[in-house]
């Protein structure tokens, strides 16, 4: 019986739980369809708004076509209206540019009536009278600069010059015909004669130089006017010297080497005169000719050393002109080089240098610069100018020239004796160190005509009665005054 009871509250309590998850399952579904409902309604509203949205879109884009319609009418009437306002000022211009012409055609025939000229004519008259303009105004432009030219290039050749010497200036004199020779000690002079001198006597029949050993301390002198003999002998003494051994058998093997190497010391001079004047990149055979120039002097001024300086002169000159300065610094260091050969060769030093640095390949501006440094040909380049500057500056520059005065004096004396020994001469004045002369001649006695004559005569006459280096310049002035009184 209680089975049963259980049983049966079982199944009434299955039946409230069926039951209750029945009504739960409705409520449930009412809450969905509720909520299905107010989401439908949304989509709806939404939906209405999207579509009076776009209804309203629609009804502005009808509108916006409508005003473009208008525009369009409009513009093409604005069109329409300039290109009638361009076809009726192109017929304007059209009748503008017929009235110019027929005027222009009027004038001209005017213009023609009254002057008796054409057109062509009278154009061409304007042209000629506007070349003659221009003509007299650059005429007159070029005077303006020359004269400006004439003012300061005096004063800015003199600066320039000035600079240039004061830059390089230096000793190039040499001795003529003594070299100095120094002793470590004063005993050494007892060795070089030797027993009974024959030191002495043997190293003077090798060398042909005079040995002179006087009160001089620590010093000897060795006299000879050969300069390559003197240079010989003063290799051979100071490796004498710097050896100790003095004997005959030593001096006969002291000058042998020192003859062999003059070779050498004329190479190694090239090469270090072309150092220091900044030349590079020459041949050979120049840089051994160049050396030989060591010993070869021109008024006491070694030729060697002068064409270091006219390098640096010229160079220096060249830079302020803006001219070429390398080419000037090669023709000025090469210009002399001709005066090595002239013993061996015929011709002026300048004409045998210049052909000797034209078979070295040498450029040629600096040829022509080698051949006119004397004026044998005529110059071609402004190097050229500025190499014959250089060498004048190099000569002529107090210092540069050692020369006794007694022979100076006399040889100046002599050469105006000559000169003012020609019938006619007034007065006659060397200058230029005995490099120019010149002649004042009686007006009365020589006219001008036989002014070019009479400087010829004397030129011939200075040939061969004087013996002098270099060249000699023959200038002869006339003048003539007339003076009157009025009482």
Do not use: W
Not at 269 to 281: I, L, T
Not at 330 to 337: E, I, K, P
Not at 384 to 402: E, H, M, N
């Amino acid at each position: 019986m209680t089975g049963e009871v259980a049983t049966t509250i079982m199944l009434l309590l299955a039946c409230l739980v069926a039951l209750v998850l029945v009504l739960l399952a409705r409520r449930e579904a009412a809450a969905s369809r509720t909520q299905a409902a107010r989401d439908v309604e949304g989509i709806r509203t939404e939906a209405q708004s999207l579509l009076a949205d776009a209804q309203r879109r629609e009804a502005r884009s009808i509108e916006r076509e409508r005003e473009l319609k208008a525009e369009r009418g409009e513009v093409r009437a604005l069109n329409e209206v300039a290109e009638q306002r361009v076809a009726q000022a192109d017929e304007q211009r059209a009748a503008a540019l017929k009235a110019t012409l027929a005027a222009q055609s009027e004038a001209a025939e005017r213009l023609a009536a009254v002057s008796g000229m054409t057109a062509d004519e009278a154009r061409a008259h304007q042209l000629r009278i506007a070349a003659e303009q221009a003509s007299h105004d650059a005429a007159a432009q070029v005077r303006r600069a020359e004269a400006a030219a004439r003012r300061t290039a005096e004063a800015r050749a003199r600066a320039i010059v000035a600079t240039a010497v004061q830059r390089v200036a230096a000793a190039t004199s040499s001795q003529a015909v003594v070299s100095v020779v120094p002793l470590p000690a004063e005993d050494m002079k007892g060795r070089i004669i030797g027993k009974e001198g024959r030191n002495i006597r043997t190293f003077e029949a090798l060398t042909g130089v005079n040995v002179i050993i006087d009160d001089t301390p620590d010093a000897i002198t060795l006299s000879c006017f050969d300069a390559e003999r003197r240079e010989v002998a003063v290799v051979a003494m100071e490796a004498l010297i710097a050896d100790g051994r003095i004997h005959p058998q030593r001096i006969e093997l002291a000058y042998a080497e020192a003859l062999a190497g003059a070779e050498d010391r004329a190479v190694a001079a090239g090469h270090d005169a072309a150092e220091r004047a900044g030349v590079q990149g020459l041949h050979p055979e120049l840089v051994t000719t160049l050396g030989r120039l060591r010993l070869r002097t021109s008024y006491g001024q070694t030729v060697l050393a002068h064409l270091v300086e006219c390098a640096q002169i010229a160079a220096a000159m060249a830079a302020e002109l803006g001219a070429d300065v390398e080419v000037a610094r090669r023709g000025a260091f090469l210009h002399d080089v001709g005066k090595a050969l002239t013993a061996e060769l015929g011709g002026t030093h300048a004409l045998v240098g210049a052909d000797l640095v034209r078979r070295c390949g040498e450029v040629p501006a600096v040829v022509n610069a080698v051949a006119a440094h004397h004026d044998e040909v005529p110059k071609e380049t402004i190097e050229a100018v500025l190499v014959q500057a250089a060498d004048a500056c190099s000569a002529a520059r107090p210092g540069a020239r050692r020369e006794e005065l007694d022979q100076y004096i006399e040889r100046m004396d002599t050469l105006e004796a000559l000169v003012a020994a020609h019938a006619g001469v007034r007065r006659a004045v060397a200058m230029s160190a005995g490099r120019e002369v010149r002649v004042v001649v009686e007006p009365d006695l020589v006219d001008d005509a036989a002014m070019p004559g009479l400087a010829e005569a004397i030129a011939r006459h200075i040939e061969k009665d004087l013996s002098f280096p270099g060249e000699i310049a023959v200038t002869v002035v006339r003048e003539l005054r007339a003076t009157a009184t009025a009482g």
